[in-house]
């Protein structure tokens, strides 16, 4: 089909959050922690699209880039990019190191406990765009509610997680860490006709879209695309579509959006495709 629906499902978490994000229903009460998109079985899509909601601090992480991760068997590495939603005044993110250090220095900061001084703690609010490439040093704080779009593929390795009792994967995680402090990518900006281009260059380009009045797009042929809603809605291929859902594009569709839509469009290309 030219544009898929992906199957939502939800993942529970000790360290999630009962409120979510207008589009999804949490009726039972639970701590969700992730919302995630399931791809059609047997497909091996190059992107996954995730919700994550904080209410603790996740794991101190890294993830290995393309060339570390085919070495220890993977398809792909992992860039991701995330989208604040909301966030708690005091909220943060965690992006590589406060200084330099040497691979010994980092493994010895995670085996004591001082890589949680060690990582940059940076505040971030509603709105904000980040992306991480493979390598960089971090941590999700609490707090926040985010869209996080990366490489699809299940590749983390958990340097520190302040006690709790799960693996620890420091020989692998060392080895591709970047100790050092992060440098934002820088973000492209506004593309014009309410289109603002969040990041090219890496392994995927995303943008975001936001209308005042209805708009009609023919999205493009032959390159997979992920057209996510975080408010509003529309129709593609004819098909309606609204907030809380993620839909795969993979062929040239129409794409007819809402007045006041806000849509995120993500696809992996280094560089932007002239859509409008």
């Not at 996954?48 to 996740?58: A, D, G, Q």
């Amino acid at each position: 089909m030219p544009a898929t629906r992906l199957n939502t499902i939800r993942v529970e978490k000790p360290w999630g959050r009962e409120t979510l994000w207008p589009g999804f229903d949490n009726s039972s009460g639970e701590k969700v922690g992730e919302i995630w998109f399931e791809a059609p079985e047997g497909s091996d899509p190059e992107l996954m699209v995730k919700y994550l909601f904080t209410s603790e601090r996740l794991s101190i992480q890294v993830h290995p880039d393309d060339a570390a991760a085919r070495a220890s068997g993977h398809k792909r590495g992992k860039d991701e990019a995330w989208v604040i939603l909301d966030a708690d005044p005091e909220a943060t993110i965690a992006l590589g190191l406060r200084r330099t250090a040497t691979r010994e220095e980092l493994r010895a900061a995670a085996l004591d406990g001082e890589i949680e001084t060690l990582v940059d703690w940076r505040p971030v609010s509603a709105n904000e765009f980040i992306y991480s490439l493979a390598g960089t040093v971090h941590a999700i704080g609490a707090g926040l509610t985010l869209i996080e779009v990366q490489q699809n593929v299940d590749l983390t390795y958990r340097l520190y997680d302040y006690g709790r009792p799960r693996e620890l994967h420091l020989d692998e995680g060392i080895a591709v860490s970047d100790p050092a402090p992060f440098v934002a990518p820088p973000v492209p900006g506004d593309a014009g006709s309410g289109r603002t281009i969040l990041c090219e260059g890496g392994k995927f380009v995303m943008e975001r879209w936001s209308w005042s009045g209805a708009r009609t797009a023919t999205l493009p042929e032959g390159l997979p695309g992920w057209l996510i809603p975080i408010a509003g809605g529309g129709a593609i291929d004819g098909s309606r579509f609204t907030a809380g859902e993620c839909w795969i594009a993979n062929d040239a569709v129409k794409l007819e959006v809402d007045p006041g839509a806000d849509l995120l469009f993500a696809y992996p290309l280094a560089e932007r495709l002239a859509l409008f």
